[in-house]
């Protein structure tokens, strides 16, 4: 499935929370089957064009692997009051990463496949992407959490080497 591109305006838009059904368990596949292919360590529905409240996570801390975990209608519900900064960037944005300021774990609530609620505590790294892609799920883009300047920076140098 193609990614779409940075500055799509869907990136803007909020995925609203609602039953898990057919259609989102096909978005959950989709979504699941492009983070393989990618590999991405997450990414929010609307990487592949959908404003879905769906997102996939690599639950691994390990640099370079990826053990994928869908989450359908993701709420971070607590998180660490220590934070730490590192690096981020998205599949929609290639050759773009910046270091980015975020709590060290999220306790993390959503539905599995079934609809099923439960909640699930992410550190370190998978705590970071659960936090990245239910971000963007919310219509935050990563570029948001920097300061205007260094986002007015990245951005120029993101549309220079687009040309």
Known sequence: MAIVSYPDPRFAQKAVAR????????????LLKTAQDTPAYGLAAVHIGEVAPVVVISTVAQPGRHEHKLLFNPEIIAVSDELA??????????DVQVEIERPIWAEIAFDDESGTRQSQRFEGLPGR???????????????????????????????????
């Open 129 to 163: 992407i659960a936090q990245h892609e239910i971000d963007q799920m919310n219509g935050v883009f990563f570029l948001a959490r920097l300061s205007r300047l260094k986002r007015d920076m990245v951005l120029k140098k993101w549309k220079k080497r687009a040309g």
């Open 19 to 30: 039953p898990v059904d057919d259609n989102l368990r096909a978005i959950g596949a989709a």
């Open 85 to 94: 900064a590192g690096p981020e960037g998205s599949v929609s944005m290639p």
